[in-house]
């Protein structure tokens, strides 16, 4: 793995309240999961979700509880801001497992944040990339992207967050 394909740019960094844009009403999720990953696949599964966020310590603190109730399970996202590296650490958590997932790193540049780090899927070593993408006061979108060690990254599960109680299209 390379170091400039596992971490953010130096102009994305992070700050106490970066994530305050989750807190508030609730947001509809529409999320869309790839069928199969890493076989080219373009199929995608798409179920709706209802999260609610919450901001902690001055903002340096962000926790979110995303319920998917129908497929009867629910995730939880803790992010931890490291005030001397100007960088977040993301992590899930998801009821299904109970366990927390091994985070990702990084910060934003105006209001798309990156988000990088390592983990495994399917038994195969993988870079995994967050995007955080702030559209106004009522809309945000998140994807995930893997990538084998030299391979080029796949988004393989995207939610587009919507608030003020409109259906996403």
Do not use: K
């Given at each position: 793995?390379?170091p400039a394909?596992?971490?953010?740019?130096?102009t994305?960094?992070?700050?106490?309240?970066d994530?305050?844009?989750?807190?508030?009403?609730?947001?509809?999720v529409?999320?869309r999961?790839?069928?199969?990953?890493?076989?080219?696949c373009?199929?995608w599964?798409?179920?709706?979700?209802?999260?609610?966020?919450?901001?902690h310590?001055?903002?340096?603190?962000?926790?979110?509880?995303t319920?998917?109730?129908?497929?009867?399970?629910?995730?939880?996202?803790v992010?931890?801001?490291?005030l001397?590296?100007g960088?977040w650490s993301?992590?899930?958590?998801?009821?299904?497992?109970?366990?927390?997932?091994?985070?990702?790193?990084g910060?934003?540049?105006?209001?798309?944040?990156?988000?990088?780090?390592?983990?495994e899927?399917?038994?195969?070593?993988?870079?995994?990339?967050f995007?955080?993408?702030r559209?106004?006061?009522?809309?945000a979108?998140?994807?995930q992207?893997?990538?084998?060690?030299?391979?080029?990254?796949?988004?393989?599960?995207?939610m587009?967050?919507?608030?003020?109680g409109?259906?996403?299209?």
């Open positions: 793995m390379t394909a596992s971490a953010p740019s130096p994305f960094t992070g700050r106490p309240h994530f305050d844009f989750l807190v508030g009403d609730p947001w509809q529409r999320n999961r790839l069928m199969q990953r890493h076989v080219g373009t199929e599964d798409a179920f709706e979700g209802t999260s609610t966020a919450w901001s310590l001055g903002g340096m603190v962000s926790v979110d509880e319920v998917f109730a129908e497929r009867g399970f629910s995730g939880c996202s992010r931890t801001l490291d001397a590296a960088r993301i992590y899930w958590i998801d009821s299904r497992f109970g366990t927390l997932f091994t985070p990702v790193h910060g934003f540049c105006g209001e798309r944040g990156e988000f990088f780090g390592a983990d899927d399917g038994g195969r070593l993988v870079r995994v990339r995007i955080w993408e559209l106004g006061p009522d809309a979108r998140w994807s992207a893997f990538a084998l060690p030299d391979g080029a990254w796949e988004t393989n599960s995207v587009d967050f919507q608030r003020g409109q259906r996403i299209a």
